[in-house]
Nanobody, 128 residues
Framework: QVQVAESGGGLVQPGGSLRLSCGAS????????VGWFRQAPGKEREFVAA????????AYADSVKGRFTISKDSAKGTMNLQMNSLRPDDTAVYFC?????????????????????WGQGTQVTVSS
């Protein structure tokens, strides 16, 4: 069983930045497909971004394109989500998700049911 751990959430003003990090307890996420979903109060869980550790173009939700960047930290074996130009509607609990090899195809990224491992979530609040 893989235990996913997110970190880096918090409170930030509109226009500010935060960086989330995703790892796995007792191991790295090297070789996995890693993604992020979020869920705001009263709303369904939605896809944010995903990327294969082994390479290939990342995928982003339209609502975060140009503002969020997913990238890997090879030294730490973690995957990061850099969030810039944050807006109040980015407020949500952000979940890191992992899927082991064989790797997910890109079209499968968007459905929560396709991901094997979920973190507990980290709160991101964008407010003045």
């Amino acid at each position: 069983q893989v235990q996913v751990a997110e970190s880096g959430g918090g409170l930030v003003q509109p226009g500010g930045s935060l960086r989330l990090s995703c790892g796995a307890s007792g191991r790295t996420v090297v070789g996995y497909t890693v993604g992020w979903f979020r869920q705001a109060p009263g709303k369904e869980r939605e896809f944010v971004a995903a990327m294969r550790w082994t390479g290939g173009a990342p995928a982003y939700a339209d609502s975060v394109k140009g503002r969020f960047t997913i990238s890997k930290d090879s030294a730490k074996g973690t995957m990061n989500l850099q969030m810039n130009s944050l807006r109040p509607d980015d407020t949500a609990v952000y979940f890191c998700v992992l899927d082991p090899p064989p790797l997910l195809i890109r079209s499968s990224y968007y459905a929560p049911a396709n991901w094997d491992y979920w973190g507990q979530g980290t709160q991101v609040t964008v407010s003045s």
